[in-house]
């Protein structure tokens, strides 16, 4: 029997390299932000908390909305969770800084969400 011609993609050949690559990358990007945010923090707290209360949202927010290969409860959950950390973390920084600011802000949410709603 002849060999094959043609060799297998390279990403047939080694599923498992490729799978460790991804968590070792994604092991790297975390430990990366964990430690911006710490020397952030030390710098300046408040500038630090209202990048994680940022980044919180728009990942919970973007794990909502896009269609990961993951379950769609544990999609549900994790998205929710970390929008209302997030948003919980936004909100403490603003009544911290100022109490008064939630009122515009509560505004602007109200009229988002009356001006989305669909008939």
């Given amino acids: 029997m002849?060999?094959?011609?043609?060799?297998?993609?390279?990403g047939h050949r080694a599923p498992r390299r490729r799978i460790?690559?991804?968590?070792?990358?994604?092991?790297?990007?975390?430990?990366?932000?964990?430690?911006?945010?710490?020397a952030l923090y030390t710098a300046e707290p408040l500038v630090t908390l209202a990048l994680a209360g940022v980044i919180l949202t728009v990942g919970g927010g973007s794990v909502l909305y896009l269609s990961p290969p993951l379950h769609r409860a544990i999609r549900l959950i994790a998205g929710y969770c970390a929008l209302s950390l997030g948003l919980?973390?936004?909100?403490?920084?603003?009544?911290?800084?100022?109490?008064?600011?939630?009122?515009?802000?509560?505004?602007?949410?109200?009229?988002?969400?009356?001006?989305?709603?669909g008939e």
């Fill in 2 to 10: 002849n060999p094959p011609t043609q060799s297998p993609p390279p």
């Fill in 20 to 38: 460790a690559r991804d968590l070792i990358g994604l092991f790297l990007i975390g430990s990366g932000t964990v430690g911006l945010l710490g």
């Fill in 88 to 117: 919980w973390v936004l909100v403490s920084l603003a009544v911290y800084l100022t109490p008064w600011s939630l009122l515009p802000a509560l505004t602007l949410t109200l009229g988002v969400f009356l001006s989305s709603e």
